[in-house]
């Protein structure tokens, strides 16, 4: 069963930068889409971004249009999200997540087959 593993969670000041990335536990590893998410306590796991593995296409919930980018890197079977200028509002645990079939919105979590564990991602102000 693969695995995906985040990576780069921690803390940060308001207005700083943090880059997660999410590694594929197995290279032959091959998804639609992948995707991350996010959940804050007390509050349902919302979309963040969304990358198509073949064409990367890139899909951003309007919270952090502007400020995250997500990137993938093909040979690694990694994907990125680079957060900037973030706020406080921005910390949560986040999640990454593979779909293996298209034909998917892939901003809801039904919409992808696996998850990482998560990473904890804080924002001081």
């Known amino acids: 069963q693969v695995q995906l593993v985040e990576s780069g969670g921690g803390l940060v000041q308001a207005g700083g930068s943090l880059r997660l990335s999410c590694a594929a536990s197995e290279r032959t590893f091959s998804s639609y889409a992948r995707g991350w998410f996010r959940q804050a306590p007390g509050k349902e796991r919302e979309f963040v971004a969304a990358?198509?593995?073949?064409?990367?296409?890139?899909y951003y919930a309007d919270s952090v249009k502007g400020r995250f980018t997500i990137s993938r890197d093909n040979a690694k079977n990694t994907v990125y999200l680079q957060m900037n200028s973030v706020k406080p509002e921005d910390t949560a645990v986040y999640y990454c997540a593979a779909g293996r079939y298209g034909s998917r919105t892939w901003d809801r979590p039904n919409d992808y087959d696996y998850w990482g564990q998560g990473t904890q991602v804080t924002v001081s102000s």
């Open positions: 990358i198509l593995w073949s064409g990367g296409s890139t």
